[in-house]
Nanobody, 125 residues
């Protein structure tokens, strides 16, 4: 079964950088959508970045230019390099996957991914 494990969250000062990692240890679906979401206290969960099996990507407007999403299909891993971090980037970051490879970005916008990790906390002060 799908089992997503995130790591890399930390407390950093504004302007700093973090690299989040996610591994799908269950590795059920080879060609799948993979994405990062985040949720700040008292706010709705929002999509940060997404990737498709074909290599396409999408970003939340407020992080574009500061964040890079990448994936290693051989390792079934997903990464999120975050630079120039701001306090508003604070939140729990979740890795998510979905087998609907032709609807990666629409399902990301609608937060409809099927499989979710437990999250890793990012705090920017």
């Amino acid at each position: 079964h799908v089992q997503l494990v995130e790591s890399g969250g930390d407390s950093v000062q504004a302007g700093g950088s973090l690299r989040l990692s996610c591994v799908d240890s269950g590795y059920v679906y080879k060609d799948k959508c993979m994405a990062w979401f985040r949720q700040a206290p008292g706010k709705e969960r929002e999509g940060v970045a997404a990737t498709s099996p074909g290599g396409g990507s999408a970003y939340l407007d407020s992080v574009r230019g500061r964040v890079t999403v990448s994936r290693d299909n051989a390792k079934s891993a997903l990464y999120l390099q975050m630079n120039s971090l701001k306090p508003e980037d604070t939140g729990m970051y979740y890795c998510a996957t979905d087998p609907a490879r032709d609807a990666c970005f629409s399902r990301w916008k609608n937060k409809e991914y099927n499989y979710w990790g437990q999250g890793t906390q990012v705090t920017v002060s």
